[in-house]
């Protein structure tokens, strides 16, 4: 399977603790870009890579969230201090132009 | 935040009946884009219309963009039981609207 990959599937924590969400991109893709959504809503945006460099971050976005991509290949998401408000669905998507191509993303609960 | 907003909010209707959805946005735009998702195969690039283009068509998708309304349609014609889904309207492919859930009754 070529297309987007996102580890783990499920992450259930309790509140305060700090999680790491994984996500593998198309190989010869160099964009790469993580969203939240929660039940009802539309992805929302969070950040986007070109390559290593980390181009656009979402105001919306606390300082608690961090997101990498060393060597422009894989990507990290970061969620420090986890609180309820964090549960939902953590998407990756990856694209050499416009036309993105999402992971199955990842569930994310907050006890 | 979420620039554009959809409507109908759901909409239902029989199979091979077309399908209209609309999208609205409030900021000027290069690119709007439409996307689909349902259970099976997550989130799906449908169509890309930019701001120079008025009309744009992929299959049984029509996309149409008006810049000055600030507003785009989504039709999906003779539907299938298969478009049972959420479609999405992104403006520049990554501000999302809320949705238009799209169920087609056998």
């Known amino acids: 399977d070529t297309g987007v990959s996102q580890d783990p599937r499920h992450k259930i924590t309790k509140r305060g603790q700090n999680v790491t969400f994984r996500c593998d991109p198309i190989?010869?893709?160099?964009?790469l870009y993580w969203y939240r959504q929660t039940l009802g809503q539309g992805p929302e945006f969070l950040t986007y890579?070109?390559?290593?460099?980390?181009?656009?971050k979402s105001r919306l976005l606390s300082d608690r969230f961090s997101a990498e991509r060393p060597k422009g290949s894989f990507s990290t998401l970061e969620i420090q201090r986890t609180e309820q408000g964090d549960s939902a669905m953590y998407l990756c998507?990856?694209?050499?132009?416009?036309?993105?191509?999402f992971g199955p993303g990842t569930r994310l609960t907050v006890t | 935040s979420q620039q554009g907003e959809e409507d109908p909010q759901a909409l239902s209707i029989q199979e091979g009946e077309n399908a209209t959805m609309n999208c609205s946005y409030k900021?000027?735009?290069?690119?709007l884009q439409w996307y689909r998702q349902n259970s099976g195969r997550g989130l799906v690039h449908l169509i890309l219309?930019?701001?120079?283009?008025r009309e744009k068509h992929s299959g049984r998708l029509r996309v149409t963009l008006d810049t000055s309304k600030k507003s785009s349609s989504l039709l999906i014609t003779a539907s299938r039981a298969a478009d049972t889904a959420s479609y999405f309207c992104?403006?520049?492919?990554?501000?999302f609207g809320k949705g238009t859930r799209l169920h087609i009754l056998p």
């Open positions: 998507a990856s694209s050499t132009s416009f036309e993105q191509y």
């Open positions: 190989s010869e893709h160099n964009r």
């Open positions: 890579f070109q390559n290593e460099a980390q181009l656009e």
């Open positions: 900021t000027s735009i290069n690119n």
């Open positions: 219309i930019r701001s120079n283009e």
């Open positions: 992104a403006t520049e492919g990554i501000i």
